[in-house]
């Protein structure tokens, strides 16, 4: 009965790469995002999406993109790894009403060598 | 932009003590919703308290409450009688549901330690 699950919970891969991280709600949710965590643990918000709009946070690199096949799931896709990827990703989700609170996965530790 | 500055990167309580984690945030707007999220060793970001910027009264959960300053623009988490199980990276947050991305914004955490 787990809410927001991501998958793989630990990633490590080799620079220039391609891999992707996947996630997925049981909330009913109507909104999903990403966030990344660095090596100093501050939070940032990569991209948010609901079955109308992507907002990406202009300073993501396009080498990430956030794929949608459905509500309850929203994947991350990250081309040509760098060695600066190296982060704890958080998947998390929320409704787009009462108070918004936003609710998150176990989060996936990438390390890119 | 708006932010948010938790001025304390890491503090320390002795169990059954209380301890308050600062925080303050910048905006401009006047509807927006403030969180304390938990981030214990184990990685899992944890939702401790909400409070929503319109309500006067302050938000409590159990040993946990919160001490919002509209005008202040201040937003601090009391924990009371501190268990081990408390230590853990706490960040501060909100969120601007007129801004359209509905994104949390988080400030750089606090790292707080129960020491038994």
């Known amino acids: 009965d787990t809410a927001v699950s991501q998958t793989p919970k630990y990633l490590v891969t080799q620079m220039g790469n391609d891999k992707s991280i996947k996630c997925e709600q049981n909330?009913?949710?109507?909104?999903m995002y990403w966030y990344k965590q660095d090596s100093k643990k501050f939070l940032k918000i990569m991209f948010s999406?609901?079955?109308?709009?992507?907002?990406i946070n202009e300073t993501v690199p396009n080498r990430f993109s956030p794929k949608s096949p459905d509500k309850a799931h929203l994947n991350l896709h990250i081309n040509s790894l760098e060695l600066g990827d190296s982060a704890v990703y958080f998947c998390?989700?929320?409704?787009?009403?009462?108070?918004?609170?936003?609710?998150f996965g176990p989060g996936t530790r990438l390390t890119v060598t | 932009a708006q932010t948010v500055t938790q001025s304390q990167p890491e503090m320390s309580v002795q169990e059954a003590e209380t301890v308050t984690l600062s925080c303050t945030y910048d905006?401009?707007?006047?509807?927006?919703?403030l969180f304390w999220y938990k981030q214990p060793p184990s990685r899992q970001m944890i939702l401790v308290i909400r409070?929503?910027?319109?309500?006067?009264q302050n938000a409590t959960e159990n040993r946990f409450s919160v001490n919002f300053q509209k005008a202040a623009k201040s937003f601090s988490l009391k924990i009371s009688d501190s268990q081990l199980g408390d230590t853990a990276m706490y960040f501060c947050?909100?969120?601007?549901?007129?801004?359209?991305?509905?994104?949390?914004?988080f400030g750089k955490g606090t790292k707080l330690s129960v020491i038994p």
């Open positions: 999406y609901n079955n109308k709009e992507l907002i």
């Open positions: 998390a989700s929320s409704r787009l009403a009462g108070t918004y609170e936003q609710y």
């Open positions: 409070q929503e910027a319109y309500k006067q």
């Open positions: 905006t401009s707007e006047n509807n927006y919703y």
């Open positions: 909330l009913g949710h109507d909104t």
């Open positions: 947050a909100f969120i601007l549901p007129g801004a359209g991305s509905y994104q949390l914004t």
